[in-house]
């Protein structure tokens, strides 16, 4: 993932939670703004109800006063002390309740019998259940009121008439309807509904609202039943067509605690569902806006950095492939990055003069080391073939047989020196002169077989330690595009390298195995080992262990599997023995997954 991705993701990610974060915060203080406002209202408009309660109460009561003090009913009082039947008075509650503007007027004896009823006038000889004497002077009270057809619930007041012998009380009030909820004035979003609670169970016909309809009572039944029931305030969350709405139950009660009636304020939830909206469609809007500044913007930012840091990654790979003399020059970059990129060319510069030096440090090294070792094996065949020709200049004066004699071993002595130097020249020769491999597709384990079919014969002569040659050849090794002659070198030199670190005998083993990318051969033996300082000096070139040869073979190992895309490498300690390790890819063109070399 590049810095740009990178950046680009970290400055989404920072928005994202940022306006996730905010539109959260902004949503939650809204929604409690709103619930708090609910309440506010709610209880503003309780406590409307109870002024319009009491203030109506009040009126009723007034009504009743005057009604009990009129000349009208103290006549009538005063006649019924007078005479034992009172049915000339049935219809004269009515006229009463008209003059006051009461909906309900009863006129009941001290039994509780009725005399004249404005609202039901058929009750006239009735035992009436509210009007009596522990009523009369009370303030307005909430009573259940029976009607022909239903049964009603009404605001009333009981007062007892002063003239006459005989006890005279009248009952009257108003109904607590749909007029009742008009006089409340609802703020915008709020709805009113009043229970009627004379029936056993929840009805949907005692539920009205302001306009006189009885609106749909399935949700609300619930809150209705728990405030009958435990006759406390109580609220719920519904769901309705027109959107969600808070609904707050407040019970209404009669003068012996029981409930009469409920009271239901409704609080629509739609205003805060449509500023919740609002919210989040915003906190997208701008989460989106600031995600595409935050594009631009991580954008600049990044190329501002990014291209420059390309730039002396490039440089860098150029110098890697072998390109010295690459610079990076002015980036036109933010200070830091422009020191980088002078930084950069400071040390390419070093490392180019640094290079110059050690190749001429390596050169000198090489050429003198290359004397040395050309120096030490000159000197031992040169050597005898000095003191072979000191032998014949003093031979010069011995008898002619004599001098014969001495000159065939002398010639023979000069042919084995001379070829013991062209030995020698060749061996440098052919490092010096390694030819370029001929690619071809060849079978490692055939080069192995066919490798160990040539030495054998020397590895198992009669005058040597006995050995013994295991093979472990993987078929799946397959066939690689390889020098076979080259690499067929190669084994042979590790074989007879193992041979010879085994003076005593010991086990050789020779194995193939097919790994990822290419193949890997391993020549095993049980030799002595090598130590460290050993191990690290063993592909030097003219370095050997032995105290016969040039140190050339490893070299040369080397130098075949690395033209093959190739590694080798050696695993020894002392004591343990050797196992030396060439992995090659199935094409030069790829690199050998091993071990380093």
Not at 39 to 47: C, G, H, K, S
Not at 208 to 214: I, M, Y
Not at 407 to 419: I, N
Not at 433 to 459: G, Y
Request: proline share 5%; hydrophobic share 45%; aromatic share 6%.
């Amino acid at each position: 993932m590049t810095l740009r991705v990178r950046l680009f993701a970290l400055v989404a990610l920072v928005v994202c939670a940022s306006v996730t974060l905010a539109t959260v915060t902004i949503s939650a203080a809204a929604r409690r703004s709103f619930q708090a406002l609910d309440r506010q209202r709610t209880a503003a408009l309780v406590a409307q109800f109870r002024r319009e309660f009491a203030l109506q109460g009040d009126d009723v009561a007034r009504r009743i006063d005057r009604l009990a003090a009129s000349d009208a009913l103290q006549r009538i009082a005063l006649d019924i002390g007078r005479r034992d039947d009172v049915a000339p008075f049935a219809g004269d509650a009515a006229s009463m309740a008209a003059a006051q503007g009461l909906d309900f007027v009863d006129l009941v004896t001290a039994d509780g019998t009725i005399i004249s009823s404005a609202e039901w006038p058929a009750r006239f000889g009735y035992r009436q259940k509210w009007a009596n004497a522990s009523r009369a002077g009370s303030p307005a009270f909430l009573q259940a009121i029976e009607l022909p057809h239903e049964a009603s619930l009404g605001l009333v007041a009981v007062r007892q008439v002063a003239s006459g012998a005989r006890p005279l009380y009248v009952g009257g009030g108003q109904r607590l309807d749909q007029q009742f909820l008009r006089t409340l004035t609802l703020p915008d979003g709020m709805r009113a509904f009043l229970y009627r609670n004379v029936e056993p169970e929840v009805s949907r016909q005692q539920l009205v609202d302001a306009s006189g309809q009885a609106p749909s009572s399935a949700q609300l039944d619930p809150l209705i039943a728990r405030v009958r029931q435990t006759a406390k305030d109580a609220s719920e969350a519904i769901e309705t067509p027109d959107g969600p709405e808070t609904v707050s139950a407040i019970p209404l009660t009669g003068q012996g605690g029981e409930v009469l009636g409920v009271l239901l304020l409704a609080s629509s939830g739609r205003e805060l569902a449509a500023l919740l909206t609002r919210i989040r469609w915003s906190g997208v809007g701008f989460g989106a806006l600031g995600v595409l500044v935050g594009a631009a913007l991580s954008y600049a930012a990044a190329t501002q950095v990014t291209r420059p840091v390309e730039v002396v990654a490039e440089a860098a790979g150029r110098i890697a492939s072998g390109d010295w003399e690459t610079r990076v020059g002015d980036v036109h970059a933010a200070r830091e990055i422009d020191g980088l990129a002078r930084a950069f060319d400071t040390m390419a510069g070093q490392l180019a003069d640094q290079r110059d030096r050690l190749v001429q440090a390596e050169r000198v090294a090489a050429w003198r080391d290359l004397a040395r070792r050309l120096a030490h094996e000159l000197k031992n065949p040169l050597f005898p073939l000095r003191i072979t020709l000191d032998n014949l200049r003093r031979a010069r004066t011995l008898p002619p047989h004599e001098f014969e004699e001495v000159l065939d071993e002398s010639l023979a002595t000069l042919d084995t020196g001379f070829r013991n130097l062209n030995l020698v020249v060749a061996r440098f020769g052919d490092f010096a002169k390694m030819p370029a491999p001929m690619f071809d597709d060849v079978s490692p384990n055939q080069i192995v077989e066919q490798t160990l079919a040539l030495v054998r014969a020397q590895i198992e002569a009669a005058d040597r330690p006995s050995i013994r040659i295991a093979l472990d050849l993987d078929p799946a090794c397959g066939t690689i595009r390889a020098d076979g002659e080259q690499l067929g070198r190669v084994v042979q030199n590790l074989v007879l390298n193992a041979v010879d670190a085994m003076p005593t005998g010991g086990d050789l083993t020779i194995r193939t195995l097919a790994v990822s990318g290419g193949v890997r051969i391993d020549v095993d033996d049980t030799g002595e080992g090598l130590t460290d300082e050993e191990r690290e000096r063993l592909f030097t070139p003219y370095y050997t262990t032995k105290p016969h040869g040039t140190g050339l073979g490893l070299a040369i190992v080397q130098s075949v599997v690395a033209d093959h895309a190739g590694r080798v490498w050696v695993d020894s300690a002392p004591g343990r023995g050797s196992t030396f390790h060439i992995e090659l890819p199935r094409t030069p063109g790829e690199r050998a997954n091993g071990a380093p070399a």
